[in-house]
């Protein structure tokens, strides 16, 4: 991935930014200014950034105790960089094309098929997963393993919540998930910059973590198309390639399943992908890291400042091997 990368904090100087989006479309660049800056404070009476996505309910986490790792305390990035600097190799292999690339992405009648090992398999269209639950408010921090970070607001529902309505079966380990495959929508499903489906997997009990979330939007929003509309995981701990977008299967499964990263390359993109900063990437060190809309670099933290609420889930286990 790092070698298509330019860094971030060319894009995000701010005048440099300004520059490309002008220069990309001379519209749209009033609008966005109006949103720099602007700080997300939550949903109740204070003034959200500009977006185009509907707004939605979200419960706040703010009233959660601080050991459940739910709101991290740094600055939310803004809506903008989270919004227009993306991954998302189904469209473009351009971080900041993938929002105009993506732009009326249809998820219309969306369906997340949950199946496998369980006792009650269902196809859940949105409104059965908002009937699970009201979408709860989650600000991570989010560590690309290109060793870029955002801190994000997410709205979604616990992935366990999904799982137990499923009911999985005693002989279910492992959890695998699937994005759309559809290259009239997807266009860059028609290049071969990776195998597709995208496919990404968990153990069951990271799965059920309460830390894992299935995330339906961002800063009180549904989730834009860049972003992996309507559905998509997220998994803080981990690096960010986990957390595949626009989802449309969920299997539980008795064996470590396939994943994307590790399947092109596996001496680079590790299966487990826990942020290690003392695992380097073959090309480059992961011991610091870029955070999006700062100057100056961060020390990474191991299991990206989580390791109290998820270390013990890899106890006896040698980090380095499974990395
Ligand atoms: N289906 C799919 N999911 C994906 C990707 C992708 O290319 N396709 N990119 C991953 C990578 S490398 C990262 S860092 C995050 C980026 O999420 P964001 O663009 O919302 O910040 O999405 C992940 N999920
Ligand atoms: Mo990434």
């Not at 990035?77 to 993938?98: G, H, L, M, P």
Request: hydrophobic residues 40%.
């Amino acid at each position: 991935m790092e070698d298509r990368v330019t860094p971030p904090e060319i894009y995000f100087n701010r005048r440099q930014w300004f520059n490309r989006r002008q220069w990309l479309r001379g519209g749209i660049v009033a609008g966005s200014a109006l949103a720099t800056g602007a700080i997300y404070r939550g949903l109740k009476g204070r003034p959200l950034p500009v977006a185009k996505t509907k707004q939605i309910e979200v419960v706040s986490a703010e009233t959660l105790p601080p050991e459940s790792g739910f709101v991290v305390d740094d600055t939310p990035t803004s809506y903008r960089a989270i919004t227009s600097y993306n991954n998302f190799y189904e469209f473009t292999t351009d971080k900041v094309d993938v929002a105009r690339v993506a732009e009326g992405f249809v998820t219309t009648g969306w369906q997340v098929e949950v199946n496998g090992l369980v006792d009650a398999p269902k196809t859940f269209t949105m409104a059965d997963l908002a009937a699970l639950g009201p979408a709860e408010e989650r600000i991570y921090r989010m560590r690309c393993v290109e060793a870029w970070s955002m801190v994000i607001p997410w709205a979604g529902i616990p992935l366990a919540r999904l799982l137990e309505a499923v009911r999985p079966q005693a002989a279910a380990t492992h959890v695998a998930f699937e994005t759309l495959y559809d290259p009239e929508r997807m266009p860059g499903q028609k290049t071969s910059v990776l195998e597709w489906p995208y496919i990404e997997g968990l153990r069951l009990d990271e799965a059920m973590h309460p830390l894992t979330l299935l995330a339906t939007g961002l800063y009180g929003r549904e989730l834009p198309p860049q972003d992996g509309a309507p559905v998509r995981l997220v998994v803080p701990w981990k690096y960010g390639f986990k957390g595949i977008k626009s989802i449309v299967r969920i299997s539980l499964v008795s064996s470590q399943p396939q994943t994307s990263w590790n399947r092109y390359a596996p001496g680079e993109y590790g299966y487990y992908a826990n942020v290690n900063p003392a695992v380097d990437h073959p090309r480059w060190s992961q011991a610091t890291e870029q955070r999006i809309g700062e100057v100056g670099r961060r020390a990474t933290l191991p299991f990206n400042g989580y390791a109290e609420q998820v270390a013990s889930l890899y106890d006896g286990m040698d980090l380095a091997v499974h990395f």
